[in-house]
């Protein structure tokens, strides 16, 4: 029997820990440092994760628990080498290296691999000041619009999105504001419509799973400002088995040869954030991410019909060639909606009581809520984070399972939280 080693503390991580104590495989299952919405029959060690110094502490720690394979959950660790870490102690890890984690944590390095790689995606270019990215405005004549990317990780909101020029011009200086504008993206806007899609990488190989979409707008209608996510849904209407395909030989194939070609290739899970048009069949890649996006990690596990801890050590030890060439999937749909904390997401407002059957089906096989800014205070919990939780649907159907999720959120109570009412709704982020 084994024992599994997940780093992060969110929703994503919460289902992720759920999926991994479902495996057969797994005997002991440690987090760091989870949160204290999570299961008490998994183990928590409290331990920092700010630095190379600290992930080097968790790794010795590991090696003394004879932990068999640690599973990264959260962007910046990865950025920050924490692969490489854990693998210099011995630690079987389920992540790509710093080097090949850069696929996220710089969107200009991403590009460039997409153009190597002949990958389909925006007309970009780079800017490196504030007057180099205002002139680059200027001369541009994208009717589509723009788009405005920290190059940088900026946690799901260095992304503005703008129709017109007076817009990316106040957006570039929204980012100078936060810090953002030493290197940006500046992309055309395209149109259509959005869908994750993800697969497990093993260097070389890659298995799709079924793609999802999320909602990254905070209110109702796609307005607002973009957040890490509102919610989320799998399968995606409309989308026919050809459309895997060319995923796999437009998207993930050319990108694993061209990130091997530079000597950084890629082990876990890659995350394709895609804009198409299925009635004219047109596919371009917005970003790449370097691990399971959240929330769509919360209704693609939840529809995962397979050991997840299989999955992620085959990617980390590099050899996917035993299991299939696509992740199997249950029939059914599932529907995440999120509750975010009062002023989420540019101020979110922490300590509010959370009143509701937060532990709802927690480990049965279709938990109600997967939980993320939560936090104990005596024998209650309180709001400790922008995104609070998400609660969860599963239906044979799309519009049952969001029936179910809305049922479930109706329940949970605290002052000033907050939810978009049209996920699942039918139509398009």
Not at 238 to 244: D, L, M, R
Not at 275 to 304: C, H, K, W, Y
Not at 354 to 372: H, K, R, T
Not at 397 to 412: N, P
């Amino acid at each position: 029997m084994k024992t599994a080693l997940l780093i992060g503390s969110g929703g994503r991580e919460h289902a992720q820990a759920w999926k991994l104590s479902r495996s057969p495989q797994v005997k002991r299952l440690i987090i760091v440092p989870g949160n204290d919405g999570m299961s008490a029959e998994w183990e928590r060690w409290a331990m920092p994760l700010g630095s190379r110094a600290d992930f080097a502490a968790i790794a010795r720690r590991a090696r003394e628990e004879k932990v068999d394979l640690a599973v990264i959950g959260p962007d910046n660790p990865l950025a920050d080498g924490i692969v490489d870490v854990f693998e210099e102690h011995g630690i079987t890890t389920f992540g790509p290296s710093a080097a090949a984690a850069q696929i996220e944590a710089s969107k200009a390095f991403a590009k460039s691999v997409m153009a190597a790689a002949g990958v389909p995606t925006a007309h970009y270019f780079e800017a490196r000041s504030s007057l180099e990215a205002k002139k680059i405005l200027e001369d541009l004549d994208w009717k589509s619009g723009w788009v405005l990317k920290a190059d940088g990780l900026a946690l799901g909101k260095g992304v503005h999105v703008c129709a017109t020029l007076a817009e990316a011009q106040s957006a570039l200086g929204a980012l100078e504001a936060q810090g953002h504008c030493g290197h940006l993206v500046i992309e055309e806007r395209l149109s259509g419509e959005e869908i994750s899609w993800m697969a497990f990488c093993d260097g070389t190989r890659c298995a799709l799973l079924e793609p999802a979409r999320d909602y990254k707008r905070a209110y109702d209608g796609d307005q607002g400002p973009n957040t890490g996510g509102m919610g989320a849904l799998s399968p995606v209407p409309g989308v026919s088995p050809e459309w895997a395909a060319r995923v796999r030989n437009e998207v993930f194939l050319p990108t694993l040869r061209e990130m091997a070609r530079r000597g950084a290739p890629f082990r876990g899970v890659l995350y394709a954030g895609l804009m198409v048009d299925l009635q004219r069949g047109i596919l371009n890649v917005l970003e790449f991410n370097a691990r399971f996006g959240d929330p769509e990690t919360q209704v693609l596990l939840s529809r995962m019909d397979a050991d997840f801890y299989e999955w992620c050590e085959a990617s980390a030890r590099g050899d996917l060639s035993r299991l299939p060439s696509e992740v199997p999937f249950a029939r059914e749909a599932a529907v995440v909606v999120v509750a975010a904390a009062r002023g989420y997401p540019e101020a979110p407002q922490k300590g509010a009581p959370i009143e509701g059957p937060l532990f709802e089906n927690a480990n049965s096989s279709e938990p109600s809520y997967f939980l993320a800014g939560v936090a104990r205070l005596g024998q209650d919990f309180i709001v400790s984070g922008g995104r609070v939780l998400g609660a969860m649907g599963r239906s044979p159907t799309l519009e049952g399972a969001r029936t179910q999720a809305y049922a479930r959120i109706e329940k949970i109570h605290a002052p000033g939280l907050h939810y978009r009412k049209d996920i699942a709704s039918g139509r398009p982020s």
